[in-house]
């Protein structure tokens, strides 16, 4: 979809939830920078690598664009083991930092990489980075990892059905709206496309069948906007074996 497509078709949403962009990577996009600028409603912010040039970064857009009212930085630059050079990547968020953006820095807190996370931690802090952890999540060397709200919906043989309600919109990069991480990756049927004349019913509490195949970012633990711990990205009620 082009800059001006993701414009009108993010309007049409008309909701007061926040964006976050997101991918891959975003900033690859040939319209960010235009899309970003231009939704001037919606609080914004981004999930990024930052393999971009910050002069560019800098010249076509603005610390004010990335504000959302929460108690962590707009701008979250993910730390990948092995993949990113840390010391480069400090610099950029430091450069960043410095001419006023909110940013920092976070890195998934890996099971095999624990000790080299927290070396990193201390190093950032120690530089004024806010330089956060995330849990990790999924199936390694066959045990779960992750604190998940709800017993059983992950890795499941056998599925059972219930009622979920989201509190997040995930939309993939043609525009289709999926209530869900599990309905995005398993590639079910999108609930609305953005550029559909009428969008309706986003939000609202669905009948799913597919209660244990949930994708762990769906029912993990984490904390809200406001950093109290106990949100998840969806509710789920009513679990019962399928008919």
Not at 21 to 37: D, K, L, R, S, W
Not at 75 to 93: A, C, E, M, P
Not at 135 to 151: A, C, D, S, V
Request: net charge positive.
């Amino acid at each position: 979809m082009s800059g001006n497509e993701w414009i009108q078709g993010l309007r049409r949403l008309q909701t007061s939830l926040p964006l976050t962009f997101q991918g891959g990577e975003p900033t690859m996009h040939a319209g960010f920078y235009h899309i970003v600028n231009n939704l001037k409603e919606y609080d914004k912010d981004v999930l990024t690598n930052l393999e971009v040039s910050t002069a560019t970064f800098m010249r076509r857009t603005y610390p004010h664009v990335f504000k959302r009212d929460a108690k962590y930085a707009s701008i979250r630059v993910s730390y990948h083991h092995g993949q990113n050079n840390f010391y480069i990547l400090t610099r950029k968020v430091l450069e960043l930092q410095k001419a006023g953006y909110s940013i920092g820095i976070w890195e998934v807190d890996h099971p095999d990489y624990h000790p080299y996370v927290m070396r990193r931690k201390r190093a950032a802090e120690m530089l004024g980075i806010d330089y956060r952890t995330k849990e990790f999540l999924g199936l390694l060397r066959g045990e779960i990892y992750g604190t998940m709200k709800y017993e059983g919906a992950v890795g499941a043989i056998i599925p059972r059905r219930c009622t979920c309600t989201p509190s997040e919109l995930l939309i993939g990069p043609g525009g289709d709206i999926y209530r869900c991480h599990s309905e995005l990756y398993a590639g079910r049927d999108a609930l609305h496309n953005i550029m559909d004349e009428h969008v309706e019913n986003l939000g609202k509490s669905w009948r799913c069948e597919f209660y244990g195949k949930c994708n762990p970012c769906d029912i993990k633990v984490k904390n809200d906007r406001y950093q109290v711990m106990g949100h998840t990205s969806v509710e789920i009620k009513k679990v019962a074996k399928l008919q």
